[in-house]
């Protein structure tokens, strides 16, 4: 596992929060200069940057978002597990959590209507507004993210993620059913620069509307400004204007009184779903892009019914009948340790120590693992006990055919188990994509020495590659 220490989170936070090392120093974490060598070793064994450094300050980078969100949810699975360390409930299903970053308005439901689809998996569905979820996904805050793209606001472009579209939605114009242009099977924005308009403001639909009404000469004439298609509408149903409007915002029909219309000029935005594919395999993120275009296809028909000739899915079905639900029986989940935060409580543990048990548990002797660890077994007992004095947990215990693992041990390591795993998984991401761009020429900013070639590699001088003493484990290779 890689060594990643609770002082590394702590000091991509702050470089993140306030835009300098100050901040760690002021806390009292650890000074500046020893912050800024911290950052140093870390951004060359990861073989990439982590921070932008200029004039005006720090900023991480897309890695050091990474490693920072990462990061945090390692810590908090560790604090979690200690301070819930009385929870009697097995972990051996315990099951992994994503954080889904959607739209307000597609918010509603959508955790029940995911669990019966993803019974192996925990979606926690965190809405908010739609011009603030694509800034989470780009700074790792969240695994996966659903959202409309707008042609004045295109979505956001992160390395690595994958990216699908789940609807492509032209704008329509609402018009009161006695308009003289109603009649019309297709309208052109030209004819409707002397009309009377509705104006939305704010959210996925103001941004296209102002950019598509924006286009127009001379300035159009807008008699109301509302916050939301309804009341658009309703305007519009009174014969106060016309509006751009969204279909999939109206159920599938927009009500007695007003009649919609396609434009010859194509205003379209783009429901898009952005999945990070180190905590979502692309096989289920393709599982769950199919299940978000037919819950579309549902919301966008009038009362959520299947238009004629559509064949309904199965699951859908066996979704919505609580009793079919009830026949499936999930496996144990914790409380959500994603938002836990008590550091005084469990400030000792680092994620090295994962390690350390894990190493103890396999070899069943602090002997062995003494001897695995590149440490003495006197140094191991030391450590061990300063360990479970500063968490307050008994880890270890001797048996007749050695030393084993307590019960909170094992449900330390199989609790913080999924963020393990996906600390490892980013790191070998970011050093494969470091070795790539070694390997074409392009010099990683975090390197302050001359990087070797693949060439000079293989012709220097055969070296011991057996681990020595004085050297990490996680160096060596583990």
Not at 211 to 224: D, I, N, Q
Not at 340 to 352: A, I, K, L, N, V
Not at 391 to 420: F, I, K, Q, Y
Request: charged content about 25%; hydrophobic content about 40%; proline content about 7%.
């Amino acid at each position: 596992m890689f060594d990643l220490r609770r002082s590394d989170v702590v000091l991509l936070q702050a470089v993140a929060d306030h835009g300098s090392l100050h901040a760690v120093e002021r806390d009292g974490w650890m000074t500046q200069s020893s912050a800024s060598r911290r950052l140093v070793k870390l951004e060359r064994r990861l073989r990439t940057p982590l921070v932008t450094r200029g004039a005006t300050g720090a900023e991480p980078t897309e890695a050091g978002h990474a490693l920072r969100h990462v990061g945090r949810r390692l810590l908090a699975s560790i604090d979690f597990a200690v301070a819930t360390s009385h929870h009697g409930a097995d972990t051996a299903g315990r099951l992994p959590v994503v954080e889904f970053a959607v739209g307000t308005e597609w918010a509603y439901g959508l955790d029940e209507y995911l669990a019966g689809r993803f019974p192996d998996m925990v979606f926690d569905i965190v809405p908010d507004d739609s011009h603030r979820i694509w800034q989470r996904f780009e700074r790792y805050a969240a695994d996966a993210a659903l959202g409309w793209e707008t042609a004045r606001r295109p979505m956001t472009r992160r390395g690595g993620a994958l990216i699908m579209t789940i609807a492509e939605e032209p704008q329509q114009i609402a018009l009161p059913s006695g308009h003289p242009l109603a009649e019309r099977g297709i309208l052109d924005l030209r004819d409707l620069t002397r009309s009377e308009w509705v104006a939305v403001v704010g959210g996925d639909s103001g941004d296209d509307q102002g950019w598509a009404l924006s286009r127009l000469t001379p300035v159009l004439s807008v008699s109301f400004t509302v916050r939301s298609q309804g009341a658009a509408l309703d305007l519009v149903r009174r014969g106060y204007g016309i509006a751009l409007v969204s279909p999939s915002s109206l159920g599938g029909s927009p009500g007695p009184g007003v009649v919609l219309r396609p434009l010859r000029q194509k205003f379209v935005r783009r429901l898009r779903l952005a999945v990070d594919p180190l905590a979502i395999p692309e096989p289920l993120a393709e599982d769950l892009g199919a299940l978000l275009r037919r819950r579309y296809v549902l919301r966008t028909t009038a009362h959520g019914a299947v238009p004629a000739g559509t064949d309904r899915d199965p699951d859908d079905a066996r979704c919505t009948d609580p009793a079919a639900v009830g026949e499936t029986v999930l496996p144990p989940v914790l409380l959500s340790e994603l938002r836990w935060s008590s550091p005084d409580r469990c400030g000792g543990f680092e994620p090295e120590h994962l390690h350390l048990l894990r190493v103890i548990g396999r070899t069943g002797s602090l002997n062995r693992a003494a001897t695995a660890l590149l440490v003495t077994q006197p140094a191991l007992t030391r450590r061990i006990h300063r360990l479970e004095a500063s968490c307050g947990l008994p880890l270890v215990h001797s048996t007749a055919r050695g030393t084993s693992l307590s019960s909170t041990a094992r449900r330390l390591l199989a609790c913080t188990g999924p963020a393990e795993r996906r600390l490892d998984a980013l790191v070998s991401h970011l050093r494969e994509r470091g070795s790539a761009a070694v390997g074409a020429g392009v010099r990683p900013a975090a390197e302050a020495g001359p990087v070797p070639s693949p060439v000079s590699a293989r012709t220097a001088p055969h070296r011991d590659t057996a681990v020595r003493p004085g050297v990490r484990p996680e160096a060596a290779g583990r």
